[in-house]
Nanobody
Framework: QVQLVESGGGLVQAGDSLRLSCAAS????????MGWFRQAPGKEREFVAT????????HYADSVKGRFTISRDNTKNTASLQMNSLKPEDTAVYYC?????????????????WGQGTQVTVSS
């Protein structure tokens, strides 16, 4: 099991950038595929991005492709989500998640451990 803590959320204007961080503790971080999900008010949680154990492969939801970048630093046990050109529809609680696997996953059921979430609000 790995413990995850997100940070970096906040209130920004449309077009601004924000960087979310996810600090992991517990088991060896490099054993985990990492993912970011988000949940907007009244909606189901949805996949945003995922990154392989050593950062060689990434995958994004179509809605964020070209605007968001997922990365990780295994020496610091952190995963990050750089969000550029933010839109009001990006407003949500953002969660990082970990899956002890070598595969990339887009389904939340594939992830074992979750952070508590960080709020991102984008005003128009």
């Amino acid at each position: 099991q790995v413990q995850l803590v997100e940070s970096g959320g906040g209130l920004v204007q449309a077009g601004d950038s924000l960087r979310l961080s996810c600090a992991a503790s517990g088991r060896t971080f490099s054993r985990y595929t990492m993912g970011w999900f988000r949940q907007a008010p009244g909606k189901e949680r949805e996949f945003v991005a995922t990154i392989s154990r050593y950062g060689l492969t990434t995958h994004y939801a179509d809605s964020v492709k070209g605007r968001f970048t997922i990365s990780r630093d295994n020496t610091k046990n952190t995963a990050s989500l750089q969000m550029n050109s933010l839109k009001p529809e990006d407003t949500a609680v953002y969660y990082c998640a970990a899956a002890i696997s070598a595969s990339l996953y887009t389904g939340e059921d594939d992830y074992n451990d979750w952070g508590q979430g960080t709020q991102v609000t984008v005003s128009s």
